[in-house]
């Protein structure tokens, strides 16, 4: 396949095994990306969630291009809300000091956590997310009128710009203004039901090329279970099944195993609940996979695939993500 691979990682926390295993193996994956020759290689931010170490994706993304040589690696990304936007710039300009050509910006406008979590971050309301992009382009760009008090900012490390920067939505809300402002864009259809391809055609439609991108460039982000059969990739699927059933339930905790999942009293609405909520998944062998996500980007006209995959397994986890590049042709 000629669409670019590329990889999300939110750092999953298996039952049995602590934050720290998880934080540790994110290196085992940036490593696998790197040499099979995946694209990107981006971290999440959440926050307050027992399953998910990745509450600090600039630290991730610091690790993991120290240990590697070739991948890009990004936030998926940045919850503006959650953030002061200079400090934002002052981040990802150092980073892309010291990892020049290799580093994605990713930024989103939700806040990644529970109330009461995004209350201790200081989170601001969403709904000033504009305002809050549109400073942190200005403390880049010197875009501050001159009358402006933060016009006379000196925003350091100075000489260093801000790396690509894209906008990440799952409802379509963010595209017309990526494409405005000639950033990327990222579409989560990892866990949204929203058909991409009108966003994505927004998108396009009201793209202006900047200096980053001549181009669009619109990434499909995609849940992805890749194993040797279907049958055992329908089996690894199971964890995702009970893990999102305790989200709905609001309980969340380590990604459980299959066997947890087997063994759970599963009444008929929550049945119902998992099935139209692994509609969003792709699950099977190399070639099932393959297939799906050739036909995906069909649909969608996605420029590149980005793949997450959780499940509780971190060795079938890697090798997921090996099936599925040895079948993409990486």
């Not at 090996?322 to 079948?327: E, F, M, N, V």
Request: glycine share 8%; with cysteine.
């Amino acid at each position: 396949m000629t669409t670019p691979l590329s990889i999300l990682d939110l750092a999953p926390i298996s039952k049995g095994a602590s934050a720290q295993e998880a934080l540790l193996k994110t290196l085992d994956l940036a490593r696998l990306g790197d040499e099979m020759g995946f694209l990107r290689l981006w971290y999440a931010e959440h926050h307050g969630m027992p399953s998910i170490a990745s509450a600090a994706p600039d630290i991730l993304i610091a690790s993991a291009a120290a240990h590697t040589r070739r991948i890009r690696v990004g936030s998926g990304g940045v919850m503006l809300p959650n953030h002061v936007p200079l400090r934002v710039v002052e981040t990802y300009r150092t980073l892309h000091g010291l990892y020049p050509g290799r580093i994605d910006l990713g930024i989103g406008r939700a806040g990644g956590s529970d109330g009461l979590t995004l209350r201790a971050l200081r989170a601001t309301n969403g709904e000033d997310f504009p305002h809050e992009f549109a400073e942190m382009l200005a403390f880049e760009q010197n875009g501050f009128p001159p009358d402006h008090p933060l016009s006379r900012v000196r925003v350091v490390p100075d000489g260093i710009a801000l790396p690509p920067v894209f906008l990440l939505g799952s409802s379509g809300a963010s595209a017309q203004m990526a494409g405005q402002y000639g950033l990327g864009y990222g579409f989560a259809a990892h866990f949204s039901a929203t058909p991409a391809r009108p966003a994505f055609d927004a998108y396009r439609r009201s793209f202006r090329p900047s200096d980053a991108f001549a181009a669009p460039r619109a990434v499909l982000c995609l849940s992805v279970i890749c194993a040797p059969t279907d049958e055992e990739a329908r089996h690894l699927a199971k964890s995702m099944e009970l893990t999102w059933l305790r989200l709905r339930h609001n309980d969340p905790q380590p990604i459980p195993s299959p066997e947890d999942a087997d063994t759970y009293p599963w009444t008929e609405s929550e049945r119902r609940f998992v099935e139209s909520q692994s509609n969003l998944w792709i699950t099977g062998s190399p070639e099932t996979v393959k297939a799906a996500i050739a036909e995906k980007v069909d649909e969608t006209g996605a420029d590149e695939v980005m793949v997450a995959t959780t499940i509780h397994d971190y060795e079938k986890r890697l090798e997921s993500y090996r099936l599925l590049g040895k079948a993409w042709g990486l």
